[in-house]
């Protein structure tokens, strides 16, 4: 690929740290909360490092900037994997994700809005990437700017028949500024994914959608930086194959670890052994800037045009009316 730029040795080192980094967080939060999904974080890990800190263009400083890169975690039980990148940002303390869960904490096991680096709430699976259609369309078509728009999905949330209905959209619409990341850890809540680690099925159906669809390894930072970088002329797919838990030893890859948080003795086992694998390195990685293309928003003044008219009942009638001619 003549455009890429291979990442240098201490730029890899220090993604593979931050991807190891974010599963000493992720284990950390669910631990003291005793509840959330360690497993499901430590899969995306890699993922999220290398999207955060080598390809997304955003201000770390100020999450909601409308110039930057968008990021949708749709596979919402990862949400302290999201809540540990930002503490990597700086944006986030340490101690408001050691406080998650709380009554009086705004991160919650799944994703809502409190925060200023959640857009919508994403707990039912299958929405995320609707949503991200419709920023990519509104990115390429109303503020035709250079911002992208990611959207991180699980394996078992494409058996939602609203993700391959968004899939149709994106390659209708030519959403070349989306890109969709699937996890395919092959474990889903109580059983296998369909498809388990088959990503060359997943591929073909995506190709079929009209999607440029590319398999990596997600625990490769160096393959996870390739594909990020492609040129893209149509949505692209990247089919990650992952491990579920990779990093704890005794739930990789195995059934029954699904939403279950490590004890405090084996979470500081576990850690100790993730720590241990963070390797000194000089590089000190920020995230590329947005370009500052897209128009200001105001929704202030937005007003209707006419209040509704309709008498109670008449809406409901109307509708019935147009759809059953006969009836």
């Known amino acids: 690929m003549e455009d890429y730029h291979k990442p240098d040795q201490q730029t890899v080192q220090a993604l593979r740290n931050i991807a190891n980094r974010l599963r000493i967080n992720s284990i950390k939060a669910t631990t003291a ?12 890990a890699e993922i999220m490092s290398v999207l955060f800190f080598h390809t997304m263009k955003y201000r770390p400083e100020d999450p909601r900037n409308f ?7 749709s596979k919402a039980q990862s949400a302290p994997a999201l809540y540990s990148m930002w503490v990597e940002t700086g944006f986030l303390k340490e101690s408001e994700l050691l406080n998650m869960c709380q009554v009086d904490s705004s991160l919650e096991g799944h994703l809502i809005p409190r925060q200023q680096f959640v857009d919508v709430t994403t707990g039912y699976l299958g929405q995320g990437l609707g949503v991200a259609c419709g920023i990519a369309y509104t990115g390429k078509y109303f503020d035709k700017a250079s911002y992208r728009v990611y959207c991180l999905l699980g394996d078992g949330e494409m058996s939602e028949g609203s993700v391959w209905e968004a899939m149709s959209f994106a390659s209708y619409y030519q959403l070349d500024n989306l890109v969709a990341i699937m996890d395919i850890n092959r474990l889903s809540q109580s059983d296998s994914a369909p498809l388990q680690h088959h990503a060359e099925k ?21 393959e996870l930086c390739k594909a990020l ?8 797919a990247i089919l990650a194959k992952t491990v579920k838990g990779k990093g704890i030893p005794a739930a990789e890859d195995k059934m ?24 000194s390195t000089s590089k000190h990685l920020y995230p590329p800037t947005p370009v500052e293309d897209a128009p ?32």
């Not at 029954?256 to 390797?279: C, F, N, P, T, Y």
């Open 33 to 44: 909360a005793g509840t959330g999904h360690p497993t499901s974080c430590c899969s995306v």
């Open 67 to 73: 110039h930057s890169d968008r990021f949708l975690m």
């Open 296 to 327: 200001p928003v105001s929704l202030r003044n937005i007003r209707m045009a006419s209040a509704p008219a309709y008498k109670p009942g008449e809406k409901v009638r109307r509708l019935w009316n147009w759809l059953h001619p006969q009836g």
């Open 256 to 279: 029954g670890w699904h939403s279950k948080s490590l004890s405090k003795d084996m979470a500081e086992m576990v850690m100790k052994d993730l720590q241990s694998r963070i390797m």
């Open 229 to 236: 970088s492609q040129p893209r002329h149509q949505p692209t």
């Open 202 to 222: 997943y591929q073909r159906r995506c190709e079929a959608f009209g999607w440029h669809a590319i398999i990596v390894d997600g625990h490769s930072v160096e």
